[in-house]
Every structure is written in C-alpha cells, then in structure tokens.
C-alpha cells in the first residue's frame, strides 16, 4: 500500500456527486415535510375555536 | 516418563499452537470490555465485540469453521451478517425508538443533516489516497456514517477485507463523540456565535405527517438511491409502528426485545472478522485515523454549514448545532447542549440539536445508499 493520486483523483466526482446527491434528496425530503405540515395543519380558527373551550 | 507425556499431551498439546498475535487480540478484547465496563463506551456492541474477540482468537477455536466443522460464530456471521439481516433487523427497532417530532416541527434542521455527511465523501477520497482499493475505501468512508448499523451494512455489501476494523472504529467514536467534537467546534466557532440563541417555538406536528413522513422518505430516498431501499426502508418501517398508533405493542417488541436481542448478536458476531491475522496489521491502525478524520470532518461539516447559512440569514443560526448532525444519536445532540450550556446558561439548544441530530441519522441512510450506487461493487 501506498499513497495513489490517481484512485484518490477519481473520487472526487464521487465526492462532488454524493453531496449534490444528499443535498437534493434532502431538499425534496423538507420541501414534502413543509407541504405535509401545511396539508394536514389544522385552520387557525379551529385552534382559536379549542382554545375557547378550554 | 513416556506414558505421562502420553497422558498430557491431549490436555496441553493445543498451547504449541498459540500464537503471540493471538495474545495480542485477547488483550485488545480485554480493553474493549474494559471500555465497556468502566468507561460505559457503547457497552451494549464493544463488551460482546469484546468477548467475541477473545473467543475466535483461542487456538484452534471451536467458534470458527475448520474444514468441515462449522463454527458457531462463522454460522452465525453467515446467517445474519453476510446477508445483511441483522443491521436491518436492528433498523427496525432504531426506526421504532425515534421521535421524528422535533424535524417534523423545523424541516430545515435536515440540512445540517446532510451538510454532516462530508466526512464521509472526504474520507473515502482520503482513503483512497492512502492506498485502500474504492471498495474498501467506500467501507473506511461510512465510519463517518456515525451509524453502526449502516456502516456493518456498507463494509459487508463491499464485501470489505477490515469489517472488523471497521465495526470497532465505527462504535468507538460513536462513544467518543463528546471527546471528539468539542474541540472542532471550537476551533470554528467563535464566541460570539457560540453564544448566540434560538428560542424553540412549540409547533404542532399531526397525527397524519408522523404517518406520512416515513412513508415518503422511504419512496423519495428508495427512487433515488434504489440500493438504499433496504436500510431506509426498515428504518422507517420501525418508524412507522411507533407513529400510527395502532400497533404499540410491536412498537414496544421492536424497541426493546428485537433491538436488544439483535445487539446481543451483533458485537459477538463481528468478532468473526476479529481474528488475528486479518485484525492486527498496519492497515487496521490506518482505518482507525481515518474513521477519526471521518467525525472530524463530519462536524466541520455541519459546522461550517450553519455559519455558511448565517451569512445569508437575519435570525442567527447558532453553528454549533450543525455539528449534531452526525448520526450518533443522542451524544452528539448533547454535546452541543452542554456547550451551549457552557457559554451561556440560559441558552438552551437541546431541541434544535436533537432535531439535526435525528436529521443525521436519516442523512446518514442516505448518503451510505449514494455510496451503495455511486461505487460499483
């Protein structure tokens, strides 16, 4: 064993498409989580309504 | 003189056959149960690593297969390591014993999530500089995974020479997370931005988006990285029992009974790759410097992330929770805390730091899934 530039040269797409890779299915990932939160909040008056009642 | 020779040899001919290599692995099994023991390092995986190292490195050992003798460790190795079940078993009741909550609550936490995982991409050039083969570099890599389960899935599906070396490393610096990264974040942090704070606002999280949000990860995360699927998948799958609400009781098997029983497997199992002529070489000593640069740079990560993101933001970003995004949960969460403690007692970023730290663990899944498909096996 010992140090190889070329096996180390050819990584660095891998590096380069692995972030970009983790980074755009996290992005979709948080964008399904805004629209989930959004679809499935309840309305504002409905929690003023809950609120009242209590 | 000759009839007791005779009469001894059965019980001590075996001694001629012990090796000094092998003396040295019981004294490596002996300090991983001593870490267990009186340094609580992850005692539930480096007491039976420990042990198992002990056990396959007795001379001659009845634990290993011998031409047609099988071993029960080898056994135990075939049936639920080479096959990867048992790394997925035990995803299913991680998936069980996670609260999603603090994530679903403030999505953008998963960034730093994601931002956590350079460690990884840069060991694996790192290791490759230094000689490994891509395979084994890609294994070395995942100890930035700061995931047991994940990196034992990775290093096997490689089918990688040092899953021993690996799998100790992996789960020391899981231990060692409180020791490791307060001085990277220190070194880039100022106090000024240590010291800056982010109030938690309690937001409702529905019954429907605990439900969904497994659902979707595995499907987005499964399109993307489709060799993922599996470890996600389970993932998520344990993920699922515990949100629905319907199914408590499997919830409660998978947390404790089904996590436990695998663990208790596990660390004894890896021991299989614990023997000593393929443990003790320079290349083990190599892979235990570089899973130490893979947390290194997994908390810089992070790090550097959030005060990337601060240039950009009007509410502060304190940068130090980006350092939690690393899988080892719930240590790293903690060490930002107490740091955060440390600078200013009123400044409380608990469930920020655990919202990125539970980020970690599903970044984690998926960055190993985009090595699984980035690199041929």
């Known amino acids: 064993m010992g140090i190889n530039v070329d096996l180390f040269l050819q990584t660095l797409p891998i590096m380069a498409k692995g972030l970009v890779?983790?980074?755009?299915?996290?992005?979709?990932i948080i964008l399904c989580i805004?629209?989930?939160?959004?679809?499935?909040?309840?309305?504002?008056?409905?929690?003023?309504?809950d609120d009242a009642g209590k | 003189m000759e009839s007791i020779t005779q009469f001894l040899e059965p019980l001590f001919g075996n001694f001629v056959n012990l090796d000094i290599k092998q003396v040295i692995m019981w004294v490596i099994g002996g300090i991983l149960i001593y870490l267990a023991v009186k340094k609580d390092m992850e005692p539930t995986l480096l007491l039976p690593m420990g042990f198992g190292a002990i056990l396959v490195n007795l001379p001659l050992s009845g634990v290993i297969t011998r031409g047609d003798e099988v071993g029960v460790i080898d056994l135990l190795f075939d049936s639920g390591i080479a096959n990867e079940l048992f790394p997925l078993l035990l995803f299913v009741g991680i998936?069980?014993?996670?609260?999603?909550?603090?994530?679903?609550?403030?999505?953008?936490?998963?960034?730093?999530?994601?931002?956590?995982?350079?460690g990884i991409f840069f060991t694996l050039s790192m290791a490759a500089l230094f000689g490994f083969d891509l395979k084994d570099a890609a294994s070395i890599a995942i100890i930035g995974a700061a995931d047991g389960p994940t990196s034992i899935y990775v290093a096997n599906y490689f089918e990688s020479?040092?899953?021993?070396?690996?799998?100790v490393a992996a789960y020391s610096y899981m231990a060692l997370v409180p020791i490791v990264q307060p001085p990277v974040i220190k070194l880039l942090t100022t106090k000024k931005e240590r010291l800056i704070r982010m109030p938690y606002e309690q937001k409702e999280v529905s019954k429907t988006t605990r439900i969904l949000f497994p659902i979707i990860v595995t499907m987005i995360t499964g399109i993307f990285a489709p060799k993922a699927v599996a470890l996600i998948g389970f993932l998520m799958f344990g993920n699922l029992i515990r949100e629905c609400g319907v199914l408590n009781s499997l919830s409660d098997t998978a947390q404790n009974v089904l996590a436990n029983l695998i663990t208790l497997l596990l660390g004894i199992t890896?021991?299989?790759?614990m023997q000593a002529d393929a443990f003790l070489n320079p290349q083990t000593l190599l892979i235990l410097a570089l899973g130490l640069v893979a947390f290194i740079f997994d908390t810089a990560g992070g790090v550097l992330f959030a005060k990337f993101l601060n240039l950009f933001l009007k509410k502060k970003i304190n940068p130090m929770i980006g350092a939690s995004g690393i899988s080892a949960f719930p240590m790293s969460a903690r060490v930002v805390h107490k740091m955060g403690l440390a600078e200013d007692k009123q400044n409380f970023l608990l469930m920020h730091s655990i919202g990125v730290n539970v980020s970690g663990q599903i970044a984690s899944v998926i960055a190993g899934g985009l090595i699984l498909n980035l690199i041929a096996r």
């Open chain 1, 34 to 49: 805004y629209i989930l939160n959004k679809a499935t909040s309840r309305p504002k008056k409905d929690k003023k309504k």
């Open chain 2, 161 to 167: 020479n040092y899953l021993g070396a690996i799998i």
């Open chain 2, 270 to 273: 890896i021991a299989a790759r």
């Open chain 2, 95 to 118: 998936g069980a014993m996670i609260d999603f909550g603090p994530l679903l609550t403030n999505p953008k936490l998963m960034l730093f999530g994601a931002a956590a995982q350079f």
């Open chain 1, 21 to 28: 890779g983790i980074f755009i299915v996290t992005g979709i």
